[in-house]
């Protein structure tokens, strides 16, 4: 069993966390909100802390998912310099490859390790301990680190050196921002032939155009409920990421720009925190004018 930390005990996060705790390693926890983190230690056994700093002293491996880049490099700054040399710092959350190299290549610096590691599989995976992790970073860390993710991970990939997890997940974002548009674009479509999409569905879901989308989002999508998963702001945030590495690649992204400038029309309706499976409501809207 390891000694860990988790810093962000968000709707990822926290339920990571807490599947650490039940397989038996030792976890200490902050979290920006320490209402929060008391809450998740009332569930868990495990540990609070006032500071990042506190709650990373001598542990094995630091667990970090929180927002965006600057928060990834706050949460470096301030535990790095309390990790034991040999430590590891895995960053679970959603950043620029360009990042994850600068983080790594001064944890190298201190001694350390570092995984930049994303993760798919949204809330419900999380909850479920059925995540995938796609990991940037050294083989000998990812050996070390992933026995101990299997708490939370169904499927873990070391895609290659520090920044590849990253740039992996950002295909993941690609794909799924496609998939979405043509499925809402589908069910539109559907509904203005007057077809029982139910039957459409149950038609179409065990051929080619079966997707996870449409298996888990095609009822919630035609009923309009959007109120849950994986929120219109987050993509917004993962697609700008996407759309910055393109600029420096050269990769030629119109489907996922087009799709990212529909995510800013639903942003305008008031659909910030709705899932991403809403711009089917885009859709609905453009019918009534």
């Known amino acids: 069993m390891a000694k860990t930390a988790f810093i962000g005990l968000g709707v990822m996060g926290g339920p990571m966390a807490g599947h650490l705790a039940r397989a038996g390693h030792d976890v200490s926890v902050f979290n920006r909100s320490e209402e929060k983190a008391r809450d998740w230690a009332q569930k868990h056994k495990g540990r609070t802390y006032s500071s990042v700093a506190g709650a990373v002293e001598g542990v094995d491996i630091v667990f970090a998912c929180v927002g965006a880049d600057r928060d990834v490099r706050e949460v470096f700054e301030a535990a790095a310099p309390a990790m034991r040399k040999g430590a590891i710092f895995v960053d679970h959350t959603t950043a620029s490859a360009g990042l994850a190299r600068e983080l790594a ?62 740039l992996a997940k950002m295909v993941n974002q690609i794909c799924i921002a496609g998939v979405v548009q043509g499925l809402a674009e589908a069910l539109h479509f559907a509904k203005r032939a007057d077809l029982d999409v139910e039957k459409v569905i149950a038609a179409i879901s065990k051929g080619a155009a ?7 989002r095609w009822k919630t999508m035609v009923d309009g409920k959007f109120d849950f998963g994986f929120a219109v702001d987050w993509m917004r945030k993962d697609l700008g990421l996407v759309l910055d590495e393109a600029e420096l690649n050269g990769a030629q992204l119109e489907l996922t720009r087009l799709v990212d400038g529909f995510y800013a029309d639903v942003q305008a309706m008031g659909g910030r925190r709705w899932d991403t499976s809403s711009l089917i409501a885009r859709l609905e809207r453009m019918q009534q004018r």
């Not at 909850?127 to 083989?139: C, D």
């Not at 079966?210 to 888990?216: F, G, I, T």
């Open 105 to 166: 290549e001064r944890a190298e610096e201190l001694g350390l390790g570092f995984l930049d590691a994303p993760v798919s599989g949204g809330q419900a995976g999380a909850e479920a301990g059925r995540l995938t992790v796609m990991a940037g970073g050294a083989p000998g860390v990812f050996a070390e680190v992933e026995p101990v993710m299997r708490a939370y991970a169904a499927n873990m990939t070391l895609i290659g050196p520090a920044g590849s997890g990253q």
């Open 210 to 216: 079966q997707s996870w989308q449409m298996e888990n």
